[in-house]
């Protein structure tokens, strides 16, 4: 699987757009970048994939450029529910390909 | 849609006690994930079944760690003898079909040894 790169943490306002940028410079073609939300004392929770382009659902946006050796995660006026650690994944979903998880970002959301 | 559901959430053992965690996948997941998650670490897999079948397991640490899918539903993770370094939190994922990174993830089960 590809390794990626994430701020380990990230201050945000309410209200404010936050973004999260994750660096993965050994991508494949076959893989997809994934992403995932973790609330203290919950498992993580699938928030957005994409393979290219431009990707948008109601809880976040994924930006990835031509090169897709990155992707941004857009969370769009956050809230203080919104503090918790993204994980940026990267990886071929072929059957038996695990999902491999970094270290997250860490993201505080304050009033 | 009732999720993944886990027991127990709490457990706290003395080290070299065994311990045995349980998770009932969401209805129809045919691939079901343990995970195990070390305080401020990310989660890392330890085992992935298909149905009734391993997957992978390769980073279950064998001589300590086991697991079972009996009937291709519910899974049990049983650890024996436990060590200090065991203490963390034991996750549990499904997804519809194998290799999906788009997994279902359940409340986990923390464990303490002491």
């Known amino acids: 699987l590809a390794k990626t790169t994430q701020p380990i943490s990230m201050d945000s306002y309410e209200g404010q757009e936050v973004n999260i940028t994750c660096s993965h410079n050994n991508i494949a073609t076959n893989d997809y970048i994934t992403w995932y939300q973790q609330f203290p004392s919950q498992g993580p929770r699938f928030i957005i994939q994409g393979y290219k382009t431009k990707v948008t659902n109601e809880v976040a946006s994924l930006f990835i450029p031509a090169d897709r050796k990155s992707s941004t995660l857009s969370l769009p006026r956050v809230s203080l529910s919104d503090t918790a650690v993204y994980y940026c994944?990267?990886?071929?979903?072929?059957?038996?390909?695990?999902?491999?998880f970094g270290g997250g970002t860490r993201l505080m959301v304050k009033p | 849609e009732a999720g993944v559901a886990q027991s127990p959430r709490y457990k706290i053992i003395e080290k070299r006690q065994s311990v045995a965690f349980w998770c009932n996948p969401i209805?129809?997941?045919?691939?079901l994930y343990w995970y195990q998650q070390i305080l401020g670490q990310g989660p890392k897999l330890l085992i992935q079944f298909q149905n009734n079948g391993v997957v992978d397991d390769s980073q279950l640490p064998k001589d300590r760690f086991s697991a079972e899918r009996l009937k291709g539903v519910d899974s049990t993770l049983k650890i024996q003898p436990a060590k200090l370094e065991d203490s963390a939190v034991y996750l549990c994922?499904?997804?519809?079909?194998?290799?999906?990174?788009?997994?279902?993830f359940g409340p986990g089960t923390r464990l303490t040894v002491t």
């Open positions: 994922a499904s997804s519809p079909r194998t290799g999906s990174h788009e997994q279902y």
């Open positions: 209805s129809g997941h045919a691939t």
């Open positions: 994944l990267v990886g071929d979903q072929g059957a038996g390909n695990m999902l491999t």
